[in-house]
């Protein structure tokens, strides 16, 4: 391999400030040719592009030649290139990926900028900028949030405009399967008195499962909108997310991590604290790939498709909701 790589490399150094002339072009490099998805043992020259547009919309002088002196040639969809941002900072304009929150909230992520009726909205979770069903619409969005430093009205970005309710099955005082909330309060106190470890847990049942943690806000400003996620650039569109498919996100705490989705069609538990659980179910499960404060943060494929809303996971795990389920509950689309 080291033969052709220098030979390669040789070759390239002649026709690199060519390649990087032409429209759309952010970089060029040598690495393995990916067909189909699919990374290759082929090495090539490879021009990665601000934004993969269509052989049709680009003139002669700007495409981009299948091969070069015998060296096959490939692009890569890397989107522009920036300076890293830190996620936890004050950003303006507003990418995706960074630290966000409702007033009432400690902070998570921006997950994408997303279309309602002609007009642009943020998207994120409902436990980031709805407060877990407790905000109303018209509360103030804040970026970066309130963990973070951010403040009203200094950093306010946009208004919350709506949220998908989440459906809670709710530790309660109430009664349920013939035990009132208050004797198994006594119950519980016998026990612990006589120093055994038995309690009974009174519920709520849910009244339905959910399918996504999801809300969207309006911007103030549409000119202080950056439609890109941080690191990772534009989204090209949406795919069904898939067992073994690779998934990489950008986040508030965690920056930028990769993944493969371990399990589909998940039914999960969710614990949202303060004796608040609540059943999701079609849910995504992938591997350790976030922490708190990435909750909100858009789920990509390595072609930058968005296939995921991430909101929820452990140590070992990072759960997420179905992108098509959360366009079709808010009725949204991609810029």
């Not at 090495?43 to 990665?48: D, E, N, R, T, V």
């Not at 490939?74 to 304009?93: E, H, L, M, Y």
Request: hydrophobic share 40%.
């Amino acid at each position: 391999m080291d033969t052709i790589y220098y030979q390669i490399k040789g070759k390239l150094d002649k026709v690199r400030d060519q390649l990087l002339k032409k429209q759309n072009v952010v970089a060029v490099g040598i690495g393995y040719k990916t067909v189909e998805g699919h990374t290759t043992g082929d090495l090539s020259i490879i021009c990665s592009v601000a934004d993969k547009k269509p052989i049709s919309k680009l003139s002669t002088a700007d495409l981009i030649p299948r091969v070069i002196e015998g060296i096959p040639t490939d692009v890569f969809n890397s989107g522009v290139i920036n300076v890293v941002s830190n996620p936890k900072a004050r950003i303006r304009p507003v990418p995706a990926g960074c630290s966000i929150s409702h007033t009432s909230v400690t902070a998570g992520t921006l997950g994408c900028w997303v279309k309602k009726k002609d007009q642009l909205y943020l998207l994120s979770n409902n436990h980031v900028i709805a407060n877990n069903n407790e905000a109303s619409p018209g509360d103030l969005i804040i970026q970066p949030g309130s963990y973070d430093g951010g403040l009203a009205p200094d950093d306010v970005i946009a208004i919350l405009s709506e949220f998908v309710p989440i459906s809670f099955r709710e530790d309660e005082i109430s009664s349920a399967g013939g035990i009132s909330g208050f004797i198994a309060g006594f119950l519980n106190l016998l026990y612990k008195l006589s120093g055994s470890r038995t309690r009974i847990k009174v519920y709520k049942e849910q009244s339905k499962t959910n399918l996504c943690d999801a809300a969207i806000a309006h911007p103030l400003n549409a000119e202080e909108v950056a439609l890109e996620v941080l690191e990772l650039g534009k989204i090209q569109g949406l795919k069904e997310g898939k067992l073994d498919m690779k998934i990489r996100k950008f986040g508030r705490t965690t920056a930028l991590t990769n993944g493969v989705i371990t399990q589909t069609d998940l039914s999960v538990v969710v614990n949202y604290g303060y004796n608040k659980t609540a059943l999701f179910s079609d849910q995504l499960m992938a591997g350790a790939m976030s922490q708190g404060g990435d909750s909100g943060s858009a789920v990509l494929d390595e072609e930058n498709n968005l296939v995921g809303l991430l909101f929820a996971g452990s140590d070992t795990t990072t759960i997420i909701n179905r992108i098509q389920n959360v366009f079709s509950a808010l009725d949204i689309t991609l810029p």
